[in-house]
Nanobody, 123 residues
Framework: QVQLVESGGGLVQPGGSLRLSCAAS????????MRWYRQAPGKERELVAS????????KFADSVKGRFAISRDNYQRTLFLQMLSLKPEDTAVYYC????????????????WGQGTQVTVSS
């Protein structure tokens, strides 16, 4: 059974930091691109950051470049999102996503989602 379990969310003041984690099980973690999405109230879900399976190539949304870092521990099957200099507009539910296996055509790939963790940036 596939599971993605996020943790590390919470309430933080503007300028603060948080580290999100996503523990994965039930699929071949090392074959999947891993992503963080977020969804703020009344807004569409948006891609925040992604990291490829082995090479570790990363991409970030313009709104978080220079403030967020994505990493993965393939041995521990865990995805991370380090968030620095948080702003009120970063407030959202953050979701972990696994997409793959890499190398397949898009229509053959699987998409797995966690249930999300709330991040609130407020004074």
């Amino acid at each position: 059974q596939v599971q993605l379990v996020e943790s590390g969310g919470g309430l933080v003041q503007p300028g603060g930091s948080l580290r999100l984690s996503c523990a994965a099980s039930g699929f071949t973690f090392t074959s999947y691109t891993m992503r963080w999405y977020r969804q703020a109230p009344g807004k569409e879900r948006e891609l925040v950051a992604s990291i490829t399976s082995v090479g570790g190539g990363t991409k970030f949304a313009d709104s978080v470049k220079g403030r967020f870092a994505i990493s993965r521990d393939n041995y521990q099957r865990t995805l991370f999102l380090q968030m620095l200099s948080l702003k009120p507009e970063d407030t959202a539910v953050y979701y972990c996503n696994a997409n793959g296996p890499e190398g397949l055509v898009e229509w053959l790939k699987k998409d797995y989602w966690g249930q999300g963790t709330q991040v609130t940036v407020s004074s």
